[in-house]
């Protein structure tokens, strides 16, 4: 824990980080709604952004300037890796960045849709790790029109080769399109778990991570996330502890 008396006042680091307005920040300091390392913070509070733990209504403020976190719309053909033996395009390419940004958990090359890449590790951990489970949803061109039957399936759990999926979101907005939402991160596991009731896909599509949704991102386009995106990512992994 650093001294109250070294770093810079708390109010101005959430407001550097995005959070709201220095005002704001010394309302919510006020109001007891900000602890900094699990103890409510008091106005005139010094932190060092680089090793107290700072959290707003019980969420992780990211404060860390050096920390980076952006969301990139993946096409076909792309490996999500950092670097390609092959010399096939990686997602890391894509992303004009100073910092060196690693993908968290990975799509397969031929699926499309949302990627989140950072240099925060911490946050990386929790979001693969699967004792946190955090959802993510995809659309799935399929050969042929599931029955009912089919997608009670997926909801109930397929038994794949590694074991049975826990229970899925799954539902089919049109004839051929499976719209299925899981919180685990096995290898291929959309493409498996469709393939096992007998319809294949053809195109995959990862629409949303938690909150994180935009269907305005172009294919290959990327932005960073917002704070309050940040902020929602976090309430995402602690809501699926």
Same mark, same amino acid.
């Given at each position: 824990?650093?001294?109250?008396?070294? %770093?810079?006042?708390l109010?101005k680091?959430?407001?550097?980080? /995005?959070?709201a307005?220095?005002?704001?920040?010394?309302?919510?300091?006020?109001?007891g709604?900000?602890?900094?390392n699990?103890?409510?913070?008091?106005?005139g509070?010094?932190?060092?952004?680089?090793?107290?733990?700072?959290?707003v209504?019980?969420v992780?403020?990211?404060v860390?300037p050096?920390?980076?976190t952006v969301?990139?719309?993946?096409?076909? /053909?792309?490996?999500?890796?950092a670097?390609d033996?092959?010399?096939?395009?990686? &997602?890391?390419?894509l992303?004009?960045?100073?910092?060196?940004?690693f993908p968290?958990?990975?799509l397969?090359?031929?699926?499309?849709?949302?990627?989140? @890449?950072?240099?925060?590790?911490?946050?990386?951990?929790r979001?693969?790790?699967?004792?946190? %489970?955090?959802?993510?949803?995809?659309?799935?061109?399929?050969? %042929?029109?599931?029955?009912? /039957?089919?997608?009670?399936?997926l909801?109930?759990?397929?038994?794949?080769?590694?074991?049975?999926?826990?229970?899925?979101?799954?539902?089919?907005?049109?004839?051929?399109?499976?719209?299925?939402t899981?919180?685990?991160?096995?290898?291929?596991?959309?493409?498996?778990?469709?393939?096992a009731?007998?319809?294949?896909?053809t195109? @995959? &599509?990862?629409?949303?991570?938690?909150?994180?949704?935009?269907?305005?991102l172009?294919?290959?386009?990327?932005?960073d996330?917002?704070? /309050?995106e940040?902020?929602?990512?976090?309430r995402?992994?602690?809501g699926?502890?």
């Open positions: 824990m650093s001294s109250e008396h070294a %770093g810079e006042r109010q680091v959430l407001a550097h980080a /995005g959070i307005s220095r005002r704001v920040c010394e309302d919510l300091i006020a109001e709604r900000v602890t900094v699990g103890d409510v913070a008091q106005l509070r010094r932190v060092e952004s680089d090793r107290d733990e700072i959290r209504d019980g992780v403020a990211h860390d050096t920390r980076r969301l990139l719309n993946k096409p076909t /053909g792309v490996i999500t890796t670097k033996t092959h010399g096939r395009p990686t &997602v890391v390419e992303v004009d960045a100073p910092e060196r940004l968290v958990g990975r397969d090359g031929d699926t499309e849709g949302l990627l989140l @890449l950072t240099n925060d590790g911490g946050l990386t951990q979001l693969t790790h699967p004792s946190f %489970g955090v959802e993510k949803e995809y659309l799935a061109t399929v050969e %042929g029109s599931p029955s009912r /039957g089919a997608l009670r399936r909801r109930e759990g397929i038994e794949l080769e590694d074991g049975m999926t826990a229970p899925a979101h799954a539902s089919q907005p049109t004839p051929g399109v499976i719209r299925l899981i919180h685990e991160g096995r290898n291929r596991q959309v493409r498996r778990m469709c393939e009731i007998g319809h294949p896909v195109r @995959l &599509v990862r629409v949303r991570i938690g909150n994180l949704a935009d269907r305005s172009a294919p290959g386009a990327w932005r996330l917002t704070p /309050g940040l902020a929602d990512l976090e995402a992994i602690d699926a502890r």
